[in-house]
């Protein structure tokens, strides 16, 4: 059994939580760049900027917690990049679905979660994670996805491309495993229809090395920041209309469908004692419904 306090699962725990928090600085300046070269719709306005709020798993600092960095500004409508460290022991309801937890239900979880929706409907909307789990077993997971209300080619095509560069460098299974995972996680059931344009989905990701697994998930990381800012550059200052950016809204009600029903990470977000307004910012600030 891994046990919680041996130095080695320590090392681990510190090496992965401090690079989540690397990730998330970078990913912030990059973000906040774009809302400062902005020269089209919405340039007059000031330029957004992050601002943090941390919390404590179940208002306890002894259970760890998290930081969330909300922007609200003139290129991202909404866009959150959160971390979390948490630690404690499962519900023994929730054990049971969670590997290793069944033995002994203390478990350790640190991750970084984004979403950013923006302001103009032709610049697509993202989602990405990575975490890394402990219970008496250890696996990473994560991955990212392109949600484009008015999907691009070109801009699909070199999304998909980054993630199949940073699996390549590691596994040539990884990046079909891994797509397909993805196209098959991010359906819409009740709608019959796909919620995006995919990418790259992987969860139990224990080879047998962490070093290999962590250098993997630090990948997927970079893949995220060296392809998605540059989609964004590429039609932020592009002009839209009326009838564009209503079709983004229902867009968005799909997506938040998704997130309510479906989606495994919100589940785990509220069954362990996470901070509600974290785990929901992935919801659009604005939706509509037919």
Known sequence: MKLLDQDT?????????????????QICGAFEKLEDDLSGTNSG???????RTSWHRNDDPENGGGVMSVMKGRVFEKVGVNISTVYGE????????????????????????????MHNPLVPAVHMNT???IT???????????NAAHPNATDTADFHASYKAACDKHDAEYY?????????????????????????????????????????????GRAFLNIYP??????????????QREELLYYRGYY??????????????LKTGGNVDAILMSLPPEAKWR
Not at 45 to 50: D, E, I, S, T
Not at 197 to 219: C, K, M, P, V
């Open 230 to 243: 540059e989609l964004v550059g590429r039609h932020m200052n592009e002009e839209w209309t009326a009838e």
């Open 136 to 146: 008496t077993k250890d696996w990473f997971g994560g991955g990212g996805d392109l």
């Open 9 to 25: 699962t320590k090392d681990h725990q510190k090496q992965a939580s401090t690079w989540f928090e690397d990730l998330r600085n």
């Open 176 to 220: 079909p495993k891994y797509k397909k995972w993805c196209d098959e996680y991010f359906y819409i059931k009740h709608r019959n229809t796909a919620r995006g344009e995919g990418g790259i989905f992987y969860d139990q990701l224990n080879s047998g090395n962490w070093e290999d697994d962590f250098a993997f998930t630090q990948d997927v």
């Open 45 to 51: 306005q000031v330029p957004g900027r992050f601002e």
């Open 131 to 133: 975490r890394h789990i």
């Open 90 to 117: 499962f519900a023994p309801e929730f054990a049971k679905s969670m590997p290793g937890a069944d033995k002994d239900p203390r478990f350790w979880a640190s991750g970084i979660s984004l979403v950013a929706h």
């Open 256 to 269: 938040a469908e998704f997130n309510l029903v479906y989606d495994r990470g919100t589940a785990f977000g």
